[in-house]
Each structure stands twice: as structure tokens, then as C-alpha cells.
């Protein structure tokens, strides 16, 4: 058998799927990965710089100028055929009565606009701003209209909803994406090079539980060790055939 034959059957003998997915998912609607060395952001920009509490501080107006131009790009762009197939998966997979969940590091919207609804956005969103001092959340349309409003609350500067080094991830998010990989019976892997903690040691967790583990990635990455079928493509190309 086939690796993508291995794969589909382990698919359809799941019944608690979380699909783990990272930047590489985007990549085919246009949405640069971080770490391309040619294309990557991180190719390009210094992610202490843009991406750190530290950047924010040093320069707001260049750290919000970045993200409203993210959010815009994103906003310019469709989900591709890979999102397209989860979301056609937890459909089909809902009728039998069986689950699958989505936990993305992607701080985009194409899941949700793919028709997922995502359990758990790791790293946050560029579509909830939140104010730096209270956390109140902010409507996602002020901040890519005007991104410098202030804290209608408190005040203080409002800020990008995103989660930057050295900082914890929201506690929800992390504590259902915990619970969802206990839980799953596969855990597939789209589009991540797994290098970022506490988010990589979620294949890790369902690896040490003995769950099978699909990746998705058309290089190898930091998880492909892990992986119980590694099936190297990309999202768009892949994922159709897997579902
Ligand atoms: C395709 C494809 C196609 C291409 N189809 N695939 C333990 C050890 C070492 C360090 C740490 C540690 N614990 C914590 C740290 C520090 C740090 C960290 O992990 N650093 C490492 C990088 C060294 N982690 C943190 O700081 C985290 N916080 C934390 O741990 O808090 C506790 C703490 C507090 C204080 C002190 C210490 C600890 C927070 C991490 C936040 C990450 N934030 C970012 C930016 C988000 C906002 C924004 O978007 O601007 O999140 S960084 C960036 O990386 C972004 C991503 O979500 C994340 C992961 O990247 P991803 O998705 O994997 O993308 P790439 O580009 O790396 O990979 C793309 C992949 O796709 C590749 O494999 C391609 O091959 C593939 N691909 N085309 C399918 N078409």
C-alpha cells in the first residue's frame, strides 16, 4: 500500500481527528511562512523586531503597521483546496458521527472562512486586537480601518491579539488544544516545521500516547520523526486526496 493508502486509512478509522496546522497550510492562498529561507517573513523581517514584546515597545507604530498590512494581505486572499478538504472532513465526518477538530498556530482567518470552525488559535488572531493593559478585546474592523485606537475602557494602547516570544499562550486555546490531543485518535499535521514551543510538543504529547500521527509537509521537518505516515506534498495538493 501506498503511504497516501496507509494515511486515508487511518482516517477513516478515527473517530477524534484534531488537525494541527501551521503556517504551510496558508502558503498556497499566498500567505508568506515564516522560516522560507527565499520567501519566509523571517527572511525578510527580524522577528524580535516585529514579533517580541520588546519590538512593541520600542516601536508601536512600525509593530501595528506591520500586522494592519498582514491582516489587509489576508483579507486580499481565499482559503485554498486544503482548507477547503478539513472542512468538507468534519462535515463528513459529523454525519457519522465522529469529530474533528482544528488547532491552528495560524493567526489568519482562511480556516474559518474554509467553513472550520477552529477550536483553539494558538497564537492568536490579527483579527482580535486587545488592549495591552486590561486585555479588552477590540472589533476586529476598527483595527484594520485605524489600528491605534485606544482602550475604549482603560485608555492604554491597543495591540495586535497575537502572541509574541516570550509570551504565554492564551490559556483556553492552550488548555484545548491540550485536552483535544489527549483525547484524538490521529492527530495530522499540516504545514508546521515544529520548532516553536509550546506548540510543537503537542505531537509529541500524542506520540508518547501511542496516537498515530499524519504530516503533511513538502520538506521534512523538526516532527517528521514523529510521524507515523509522512506524506510529502503540499496542503492544496494533498489533503484533497487524504479526505
Ligand atoms: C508547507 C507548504 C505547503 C511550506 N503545504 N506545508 C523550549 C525550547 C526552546 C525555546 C523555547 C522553548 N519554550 C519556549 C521557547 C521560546 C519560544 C520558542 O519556541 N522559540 C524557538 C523558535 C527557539 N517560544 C515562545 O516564546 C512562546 N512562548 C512561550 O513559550 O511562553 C513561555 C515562556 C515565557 C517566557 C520565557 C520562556 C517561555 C511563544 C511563541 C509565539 C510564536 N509566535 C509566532 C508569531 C505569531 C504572530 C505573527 O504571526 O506574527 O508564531 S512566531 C511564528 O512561528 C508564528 C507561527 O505560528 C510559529 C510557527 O511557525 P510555523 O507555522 O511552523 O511556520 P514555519 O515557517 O516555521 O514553517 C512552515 C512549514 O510549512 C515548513 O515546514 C514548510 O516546509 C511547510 N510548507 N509550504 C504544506 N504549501
Sequence with gaps: MSAIDDAARLVSDASRTVVFTGAGMSAESGIPTFRDALTGMWAEHDPMTLASPEGWRSDRDLVWSWYADRARQVRLVEPNDGHLALARLAVAARIDGRAVSVVTQNVDDLHE????AVASHLHGSLFAPRCESCRRPEHADVAVADPRPACPLCGASMRPGVVWFGELLPRDDWSEASRLVEECDLLIVVG???VVQPAASLPE????????IIEVNPEPSALTPLATVHLEGTAAEVLPRLV
Design 113 to 116: 472562512r474554509a467553513g472550520s
Design 205 to 212: 504529547r500524542a506520540r508518547s500516547n501511542g496516537t498515530p
Design 192 to 194: 508546521t516545521s515544529g
